[in-house]
C-alpha cells in the first residue's frame, strides 16, 4: 500500500521560506518520478516541481529559480525547499508518485504567504 504524508507548510510571510517533506511508503522514491502540485482556490492543480527516477528536475516558469526539489533516498522522502516566498504560492501542496501508470498523492500541506 502506498502512501505519501506531506507535511511542513504553514504560514509565512512574504519573502520567507518554508521546506516541505513528503514522506514516501510502500514505494521507493529513489525508483519513481516524484512530483509537487498545489492547488489554489478557485484554481486547477498545477505542477510546480517534478523530478524523475533519473534525477531530471523540472518547475514551473513561476518557481524557477526560487523553489527546488530533492529526495533523500535513506529516508525515502521527497523535500520542496521553498525561498522567496510570493502572496500567489499560497495554495495547498500535494506530493505526486508516479508508479507505471499509477498515481499516487498525499493529502496536501496548506501554504499561506501573508503578512
Known amino acids: 500500500q502506498v502512501q505519501l504524508v506531506e507535511s511542513g507548510g504553514g504560514l509565512v510571510q512574504p519573502g520567507g521560506s518554508l521546506r516541505l517533506s513528503c514522506a514516501a511508503s510502500?514505494?521507493?522514491?529513489?525508483?519513481?518520478?516524484m512530483g509537487w502540485y498545489r492547488q489554489a482556490p478557485g484554481k486547477q492543480r498545477e505542477l510546480v516541481a517534478h523530478?524523475?527516477?533519473?534525477?531530471?528536475?523540472n518547475y514551473a516558469d513561476s518557481v524557477k529559480g526560487r523553489f527546488t526539489i530533492s529526495r533523500d533516498n535513506a529516508k525515502n522522502t521527497v523535500y520542496l525547499q521553498m525561498n522567496s516566498l510570493k502572496p500567489e504560492d499560497t495554495a495547498v501542496y500535494y506530493c505526486n508518485a508516479q508508479v507505471t501508470s499509477t498515481g499516487y498523492w498525499g493529502q496536501g500541506t496548506q501554504v499561506t504567504v501573508s503578512s
Open positions: 523530478i524523475s527516477s533519473g534525477s531530471n528536475r
Open positions: 510502500g514505494i521507493f522514491v529513489s525508483i519513481y518520478a
